[in-house]
């Protein structure tokens, strides 16, 4: 098999080496609007790199993999859909839900597939969780909470191009929320601080978000995400049922000490970011993307669960800024092939 990377940066850089190594993969092709980038990895990796978008799609590849800016991955999508190519694309599908249903509905019409990186879906304790939840173990699903820190805020000049920490950051969190539950969010209520660095105001963002979603079934779910959490790079999810409890992310590595007398010791070497506590994640989502392709899986995480997602995070964006409780079903684009 024969697949075109498009974009060579941070998540890029992990994909290809994850793919080259793939024992379906014979060859990559690897394009990034910053051709030395893509030039470096190339030979890094012992692959070819191209000078445009344009070659991947004229030189010929069997799926494209899209790990550009998330501005790009619209239109990408629709590019690789039109020429009857599968893709697997890196969340979010756009910034915003107009974009979003247009690439949703450009896969459908050509009938090609679009697998989406909500990469928590292949984490062991995420699935542990989901196991959890439907074996009825935990009984009748009251509360979650749900969080993401990162360890140190990225570049300034990157933050205008993420879409904020709704659509961005917690984006995973709203995913993995109703993959692990099997429920959709019915409405939001979400603020968001912006009293850490300068640099989040000036980019219209906030470095630490907290929301309260309600579910379809009343379990009720708080999601809080923070850009600036010196300890380490900390992803939990605790699920509370009227049985029993369980925990997502909590082993020696979370960066969180307990005050207690008796409480456990600090992590020697707390995580300190998405690439090495989702790792082994990463590399199972593509495997399963080469299955896809291959026809011997079905699809894990399809542009209408991105789409929810993106949902979800609008309404938090929503909520913020007007202050109120925002329902689901104001915003557009339910999960009805009619609404599209
Ligand atoms: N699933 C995850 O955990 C995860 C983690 C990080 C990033 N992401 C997503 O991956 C995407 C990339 O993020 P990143 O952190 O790697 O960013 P990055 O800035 O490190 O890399 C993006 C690359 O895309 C290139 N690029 C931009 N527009 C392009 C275009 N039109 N054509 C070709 N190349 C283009 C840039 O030159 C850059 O090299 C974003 O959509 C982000 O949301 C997902």
């Given amino acids: 098999m024969r697949i075109g990377v498009i974009g060579t940066g941070r998540i890029g850089t ?22 030395a980038r893509a030039q470096e990895l190339a030979h890094r990796l012992g692959e070819t790199a191209a000078p445009g978008v344009d070659e991947i799609f004229k030189w010929g590849v069997d799926a494209v993999v899209i790990t550009t800016a998330t501005s790009a991955h619209a239109e990408l999508i629709g590019r690789a859909a039109r020429s009857g190519l599968p893709v697997f694309c890196e969340k979010p599908i756009a910034l915003d839900l107009p974009g979003t249903l247009q690439a949703i509905a450009e896969v ?41 820190s990162d360890q140190a805020p990225p570049p300034a000049e990157w933050l205008p191009l993420s879409g904020g920490l709704y659509r961005d950051t917690l984006i995973h969190d709203f995913d993995i929320l109703r993959w692990v539950t099997g429920h959709e969010v019915v409405d939001v209520y979400a603020a968001g601080s912006d009293a850490g660095p300068p640099m989040f105001r000036a980019a219209g963002d906030v470095d630490t978000a907290a929301a309260v979603l309600t579910l379809d079934d009343g379990t009720l779910a708080t999601a809080t995400a923070t850009r600036l959490n010196g300890a380490g790079y900390d992803v939990r999810m605790e699920l509370a049922g009227e049985l029993d409890q369980v925990v997502v992310g909590l082993d020696d590595r979370t960066p969180i000490a307990s005050t207690e007398p008796t409480g456990p010791p600090a992590a020697d070497k707390p995580w300190t970011g998405f690439l090495e506590r989702f790792g082994p994640a990463y590399e199972a989502e593509l495997a399963a993307f080469i299955e896809v392709v291959r026809g011997e899986r079905a699809n894990p995480c399809d542009g209408r669960e991105a ?32 609404a599209l």
């Avoid at 992990?14 to 092709?29: K, Y």
């Avoid at 989406?116 to 989901?130: I, P, S």
């Avoid at 993106?310 to 915003?331: F, K, Y």
Wanted: glycine share 10%; net charge positive; with cysteine.
């Fill in 14 to 35: 992990i994909h290809a080496n994850t793919l080259s190594r793939h024992r379906e993969v014979g060859s990559l092709i690897l394009t990034d609007a910053d051709g």
């Fill in 307 to 338: 789409l929810q997602a993106l949902r979800i995070a609008e309404a938090c964006e929503l909520s913020r800024r007007e202050r109120r409780a925002v329902r689901l079903a104001e915003l557009p684009g339910s999960t009805s092939a009619a």
């Fill in 108 to 148: 459908e019409t050509a009938g090609t597939i679009l697998q989406m990186g909500f990469q928590r879906r292949f984490d062991a304790g995420y699935t542990g969780a989901r196991e959890a939840v439907r074996s009825g173990r935990l009984g009748r699903l009251h509360t979650v909470r749900a969080l993401t």
